[in-house]
């Protein structure tokens, strides 16, 4: 039996059991309705609340040397602005820190004055009594920022922002290039392996309700990537000190510039790339347009006599020609198509070696050793040797002109034997002696080592083509006709490196005046070679823009020697051990 007393807390909890079911039914009625009956509704009343978002920017990537020295890296600075309304406010109020001796604190803190900083505050009040803002110092370091953050000023605000640094200025800065003002690469290796150094920058996501509350849960971060390391080939210690010693000998000269190529024979590698003017990417202004690029990559010019031995090559492989074949040579010859042609020195007629031609770089013997094979046979061993492709890729890169040779007149089809009517760049000079001194293969020169992503991994460059152009036998033949050049030619004395047997030739091109002609009395000077002969090494090209004081090529000779005497230093290169061969007869 049931008591009254039984039957009171069942009921109670019946009732309780009823009421919370009801409510239960209604959450699920009203949740059916939101999701599916009404879901459309409740999507549209949504939309502009959802897809908030910040960018996550990641920071671009580091330019480091063969030794992995840092020639570009990307650091956070602080800009600091003051709100001169808030400084006047607090004023009234008796601060804990008054604006005079505030003032004064970051001053010593931003290498300001106290009084400059109370102007730029006064001067803004008396513009705009309600000013809220005036810049006070940019490009403030992380230690400046933490010592400004540590005085506790309402009024002073730091953001920060991304800024791109060469910690090593103006060396190899032709070749590392610039960021423009918006952080968009121009120039160099930041403009061309941007793809490695670029970061990809992150976001963080989420969803907020109409009263603008951020829904829990929603919050959804992509973290940024930040940009890969590019590892060059270039020596920074070695860059630096061809840059100090090509400014020294071209501003000596009276020229309007100078260069230095260096370049490992056994792989295309460019070790140094030195120039000058030389540009600091961290001071465009202190630079003209002109200089902001490389000259080793975008001036082109006639070799003049550093190619007489690409034609020598042409010949002994395709005419039998020996470094002992002769042909009679006066230093001023008129030839059967009419085409006029003149030695630099006046001389009867000799009969010169090809050793010889090359020695005493002789146009008149030149043209008719270069004629003993067909012109066409000439234009294919200079394509061989590089003229008229690109080394590197570099950004905008000339290739040079080499005109096919239907377009080669009576004067052109003598003068392309002894480096006219084709140019080339500083570049291409190291690539076609770089191929002779690697006994006749080719190695496409390379300038950047590897690109390091941010979570390690490392990518190299396609392995830089191979290509035997010219038998061993003739590169060694033209091996020993440069080291006679070296030893017997005009520069002997001036290009010794103690120690080491070097090959050199000399070009000196003329330039042209921009009307067809050449301008008179002026040219552009070079000089290129290897060592040590019996193992080469390295080859090194120096070129003299419009020199004054000695305007042949022998104004070269001294950078040359101070140039090719550094690597062998720098590279601790062993002595050569073999004796240089018998002289080659200059004249038969």
């Known amino acids: 039996m049931t008591t009254r007393a039984t039957r009171g807390p069942r009921r109670r909890t019946v009732v309780a059991l009823a009421v919370i079911l009801a409510v239960l039914g209604a959450f699920v009625v009203r949740l059916v309705d939101i999701q599916v009956v009404s879901a459309n509704e409740h999507v549209s009343d949504s939309q502009g609340y959802l897809g ?52 004064e604190k970051i001053a010593a803190i931003t290498g300001q004055t106290g009084d400059e900083v109370r102007a730029l505050v006064s001067d803004a009040l008396a513009i705009n009594p309600d000013s809220q803002y005036v810049k006070l110092k940019t490009s403030l370091s992380t230690d400046q920022y933490m010592e400004l953050e540590d005085l506790g000023l309402p009024y002073l605000h730091m953001p920060s922002r991304e800024t791109r640094v060469y910690p090593n200025g103006a060396v190899a800065g032709n070749i590392v290039g610039f960021l423009d003002g918006s952080g968009e690469a121009q120039a160099g290796i930041e403009k061309m392996d941007s793809s490695c150094l670029a970061p990809v920058d992150g976001e963080e996501t989420y969803r907020k309700g109409k009263n603008g509350v951020v829904i829990p849960g929603s919050e959804r971060t992509v973290d940024a990537v930040n940009g890969g390391t590019v590892q060059l080939t270039i020596n920074s210690d070695l860059n630096w000190y061809l840059q100090q010693m090509i400014a020294e000998e071209a501003q000596a000269q009276g020229a309007k510039g100078g260069t230095v190529t260096v370049v490992e024979v056994k792989t295309g590698k460019i070790r140094a790339a030195a120039e000058w003017p030389a540009l600091d990417p961290n001071n465009l202004e202190g630079a003209t347009p002109a200089s902001w690029g490389s000259q080793i990559f975008h001036r082109d010019f006639e070799p003049g006599s550093t190619f007489k031995a690409i034609t020598a090559a042409a010949v002994m492989e395709g005419a039998g020609v020996t470094p002992l074949t002769t042909v009679s040579a006066a230093s001023k010859e008129t030839f059967p198509n009419g085409a006029v ?3 630099a020195f006046t001389h009867p007629a000799y009969n010169y070696t090809l050793a010889g031609g090359l020695i005493d770089s002789s146009n008149v013997a030149l043209s008719k050793f270069g004629t003993m094979v067909a012109p066409e046979v000439r234009y294919d061993y200079l394509q061989r040797f590089g003229v008229g492709e690109d080394t590197i890729g570099f950004p905008t890169e000339v290739s040079g002109i080499l005109h096919p040779v239907s377009e080669w007149d009576s004067q052109s089809l003598y003068t392309t034997t002894f ?8 570049a291409q000079v190291a690539g076609a002696y770089q191929a002779i001194a690697n006994g006749g293969e080719k190695i496409d020169l390379s300038l950047v080592e590897s690109c390091t992503k941010a979570d390690g991994t490392v990518a190299t460059p396609d392995e830089p083509k191979h290509e035997q152009i010219i038998t061993e036998q003739t590169a060694s033949d033209l091996t020993r006709m440069l080291e006679n050049v070296a030893v017997q030619g005009g520069n002997a004395e001036r290009i010794q490196v103690p120690g080491y047997r070097v090959t050199s030739k000399t070009g000196t091109a003329q330039v042209p005046d921009g009307n067809g002609g050449y301008k008179a009395g002026v040219y552009f000077t070079s000089m290129v070679g290897f060592a040590p002969v019996d193992d080469p090494q390295y080859v090194v090209v120096v070129t003299l823009d419009e020199p004054t004081k000695v305007v042949s090529s022998a104004a070269t000779a001294s950078a040359f020697q101070k140039a090719m005497t550094q690597v062998m230093k720098t590279y601790r290169v062993m002595p050569s051990s073999v004796p240089m061969d018998e002289l080659l007869p200059k004249f038969e």
């Open 419 to 426: 480096g006219q009517y084709f140019t080339v760049t500083a």
């Open 52 to 103: 908030h978002g910040e960018t996550i920017s990641g920071q671009r990537g580091t330019i480091v040397d063969s030794g992995g020295s840092v020639l570009a890296s990307s650091v956070l600075v602080y800009d600091a602005e003051l709100s001169p309304q808030v400084i006047m406010l607090l004023e009234d109020k008796e601060p804990t820190l008054p604006w005079a001796e505030a003032s």
């Open 341 to 343: 042609i003149n030695d």
